[in-house]
């Protein structure tokens, strides 16, 4: 969990980063901005800075353990050792960035690089580097007043609200690449891997959250490739499935195998064919899913809202299923030459 509110912005670069496909350059700053007498702006920065990191999903630069991290660890060690390298590891790293930027997609725009100090971070309370970079600007309504009338007027500028992209490197676990948190808001698909592998070289934290939102994950997946109508798996059976995997990750404070398998996999033969993927899963995208770990909440509030479990009936209906699977019967009326299902309920709510 990351708490901002004592946060002090104690250096601040902002620079522009060109478009390299359009063919725009780097527009470089000549120094540090001043913020002492700027309390107001500073407060709207770090709400800029920090607001969009909502989960605890850490990361961490792939390389450091083997001393093979890329240059933005080395910036931020650099950094964090000596803060008046602050606008040299800005000038590189504006450099650095822009001969990423290769995709077509990828936009100019400012790009900031923030010293922080009294972030606190799972209750430690570290200093941190901030790199953000905005592509996109809002227009704005303006009201004035001029000769005693009321004028309105228009104004582009940043909606502090919606930062683009950015990662906060906080000074802890340096041996194992530092702890980060790291947002693409704008950029999917191929893309989006400049800002997190060829610009920052970050790789998932193998945590808590990794492992129960990789689990989940998962499990969606075995639902949607296996446990399926295409193998004989009618849809309430898949959305049972999906409700009691859910409620174990929501309801136990952490994960078992032996637990899991025996409260939601169940059958016999649904365990081999569960195993089968799981394994599958695990070769096919490099991802360990462990046989124990504590159950991150965060990370199950996140991958909740992808769990879901709807009939849809022709254009007419859609029923929600959120359990009781023996309340729900699938028919076939002869006379009507139709498919039905049949609810059972006691109240009516």
């Not at 407060?43 to 353990?65: D, P």
């Not at 200093?127 to 592509?135: L, N, P, T």
């Not at 992808?306 to 359990?323: C, M, P, R």
């Amino acid at each position: 969990m990351i708490e901002s509110s004592q946060v002090v912005i104690d250096g601040l670069v902002v620079h522009h980063v060109g478009s390299r496909a359009a063919g725009q350059t780097v527009r470089y700053s000549k120094s540090a901005i001043r913020l002492q007498d700027a309390e107001e702006v500073g407060s709207v920065l770090k709400s800029y800075f920090f607001s969009a990191f909502k989960t605890e999903a850490y990361f961490n630069f792939i390389g450091a353990e083997e001393n093979a991290a890329g240059l933005v660890y080395n910036l931020a060690a650099e950094v964090f050792d000596d803060s008046t390298k602050l606008y040299n590891a800005s000038l590189q790293l504006a450099e650095f960035l822009y001969n990423q930027s290769n995709h077509p997609n990828i936009r100019g725009g400012e790009f900031y690089v923030a010293l922080f100090n009294n972030c606190v971070v799972d209750g430690e309370v570290v200093d941190g580097m901030g790199i953000f970079k905005s592509e996109n600007k809002d227009v704005f309504l303006k009201v004035y007043l001029k000769d005693q009338n009321f004028e309105l007027g228009t104004q582009e500028g940043i909606n502090i609200r919606k930062l683009d992209k950015g990662c906060i490197i906080f000074n802890t676990e340096r041996e194992q690449g530092f702890k980060v948190v790291m947002v693409d808001n704008i950029n999917k698909g191929n893309e989006a891997r400049f800002w997190k592998d060829d610009f920052l070289g970050l790789q998932p934290r193998e945590d808590s959250y990794y492992y129960t939102q990789n689990y989940m994950n998962m499990c969606k997946g075995f639902v949607q490739d296996i446990y399926n109508t295409e193998n004989q798996v009618p849809k309430p059976e898949q959305f049972d499935f999906l409700n009691r995997s859910l409620d174990f990750f929501d309801k136990k404070g952490a994960f078992q195998q032996d637990d899991f398998e025996r409260e939601v996999v169940r059958f016999p033969e649904v365990s081999e064919a569960f195993n089968d993927y799981r394994n599958q899963f695990e070769e096919e995208r490099g991802i360990p899913l462990s046989d124990s770990f504590d159950i991150s909440k965060s990370a199950v509030k996140s991958e909740k809202k992808h769990f879901k479990s709807v009939l849809k009936l022709d254009k007419n209906f859609h029923v929600y299923v959120h359990g009781k699977r023996d309340y729900i019967e699938k028919g076939f009326d002869s006379q009507k030459g139709m498919n039905f299902y049949k609810l059972f309920y006691e109240n009516e709510l």
